[in-house]
């Protein structure tokens, strides 16, 4: 009675961490809830091309790198893990290069997502990512 049950509770821990594994995937599809909204005057868009936007924040995280999102809508088109340690003590700039294949369009909105994980860590435990802060702006090439 014991070996049975014993082979059952293994075989059950086997199957979720089967199920586990091939539920992960490299780019989650993720609902990025919008955080606290910036206002303009504390982020500009200083050079803006198809290929790369570059940002300057007068924004003060306690953290010291953050994870920066370009979102068209709930795509991720530019990504990553960025400093916020402001070397002058009023802004930190932020350089951001789109996904290979892609560009951006001019005249289309975009959204600037701050948060505090990768979403290939967040969709280990949910589908939705929460924004600590967030710009919405139409891109125009500078």
Known sequence: MFKKLAVFIFSLV???????????????????????NVPAEFINIVRATPDEIEFVLRVKFPEKKLYHLILDGDQPVAEGWYSTVRADGNSYNLVMKIKPGLTFETGKTYRLCIGQQSPEYVQLESNNYQCIAEYVFVFEEK
């Open 14 to 36: 086997i199957l979720l961490f089967l199920a586990s594994c091939f539920s992960y995937k490299k780019t989650p599809q993720l609902h990025y809830y919008r955080g606290p």
